[in-house]
C-alpha cells in the first residue's frame, strides 16, 4: 500500500480521526471495542466499521484478556504507516504541484 | 461584560455564525493586536498538537517546513492548503483542529452538525476578542 494509500484510509472519517488522536496521545492504551467508543465520546456501532478498518490496515491490534477481546495500538507497524506517508508527503507541494 | 462573555460561548457551536468585527471594532488598537496575536498563537498550537497527534510528529515537522502553518490563521488559506495535500481527509483535520480550539475555549462543540472550518474559527476569534476586552 503507498504512503498516498496510507493516508486516505487513515484520514477517511472523523471517528478514524478521533481513533488515531485517542491512540497517539495514549500509546499504551489497552482497552474494548466499548471501552475505546467510550473514550471519544461514540458509540460502539458508530466506531466498530473504524476498528476494524484500522486493525485491517495494522495500525491497531487485538487480543483476548479474560473474556474480552482488547485492542491496542501496534506502535511498531504505525511508526513504519506514518513514515511512509511522511516520505509520500515530501514528494507533494502544498498547492497541489508535484 | 461578564454576559457578553457568557452569551458567546453558549451561542458558540461548530456552526455559530459568529462575526468578530463587531467584538473587535470595540476594541483599542493595542487590544485588537494582542487579541489577533494570543488568537494566531493558540490557533497554531492546536493545528500542530492537532497533526502531529492524528499523524506524528515526522508529518508535523514535513508540513511546517512546506509551510502549512505559515500564516495558519488565514482559515481560508489554511483550508486550501490541506485540500491539496490531502484533499477529502483536509476536513477530519479540521475537525480535530476545531474540537481541540473549542476544548480549549471552553465553546461547545457539536459533532452533528456540518462542520464550516472558516466560521468556526470566526467564532473561536469571537471568544478569544471577548476575554481580551473583559481584561
Redesign the interface.
Known amino acids: 500500500m503507498s504512503g498516498s494509500e496510507v493516508?486516505?484510509t487513515?484520514?477517511?472519517?472523523?471517528v478514524?480521526?478521533?481513533l488515531?488522536?485517542l491512540f497517539?496521545?495514549n500509546p499504551g492504551l489497552i482497552d474494548t471495542v466499548d471501552g475505546v467508543a467510550r473514550r471519544v465520546?461514540r458509540t460502539t456501532i458508530a466506531v466498530i466499521s473504524d476498528v476494524r478498518e484500522l486493525l485491517q490496515l495494522g495500525v491497531l491490534r487485538q487480543k483476548r484478556i479474560g473474556n474480552s477481546d482488547v485492542v491496542f495500538l501496534d506502535r511498531a507497524k504505525?511508526?513504519e504507516l506514518?513514515?511512509s506517508?511522511?516520505n509520500h508527503?515530501?514528494t507533494?507541494?502544498?498547492?497541489?504541484e508535484k | 461584560m461578564m454576559v457578553m462573555a457568557v452569551r458567546a460561548r453558549e451561542s458558540s457551536s461548530t456552526n455559530l455564525h459568529g462575526n468578530s468585527e463587531s467584538v473587535s471594532a470595540s476594541l483599542s488598537p493595542d487590544q485588537r493586536f494582542a487579541a489577533e496575536k494570543a488568537f494566531s498563537s493558540v490557533l497554531v498550537s492546536t493545528v500542530r498538537e492537532?497533526v502531529?497527534?492524528?499523524?506524528?510528529h515526522?508529518?508535523l515537522e514535513?508540513?511546517t517546513s512546506?509551510?502549512?502553518l505559515d500564516d495558519a490563521s488565514n482559515s481560508r488559506e489554511f483550508d486550501?492548503?490541506l485540500q491539496?495535500?490531502?484533499?477529502?481527509?483536509a476536513?477530519?483535520?479540521e475537525?480535530?483542529v476545531v474540537k481541540d480550539l473549542s476544548r480549549k475555549l471552553g465553546i461547545r462543540y457539536d459533532?452533528e452538525a456540518r462542520l464550516d472550518y472558516e466560521k468556526s474559527l470566526e467564532t473561536a476569534k469571537e471568544v478569544c476578542f471577548v476575554g481580551s476586552r473583559l481584561k
Do not use: M, P, Y
Not at chain 1, 10 to 14: K, Q
Open positions: 493516508l486516505s487513515l484520514l477517511a472519517s472523523e478514524r480521526g478521533d488515531l488522536v497517539h496521545r465520546g504505525d511508526r506514518l513514515e506517508v511522511a508527503l515530501k507533494v507541494r502544498i498547492g497541489g | 492537532a502531529g497527534n492524528a499523524l506524528g515526522n508529518v514535513i508540513l512546506k509551510g502549512l486550501r492548503k491539496s495535500l490531502f484533499g477529502n481527509g476536513v477530519v483535520l475537525r480535530i459533532s
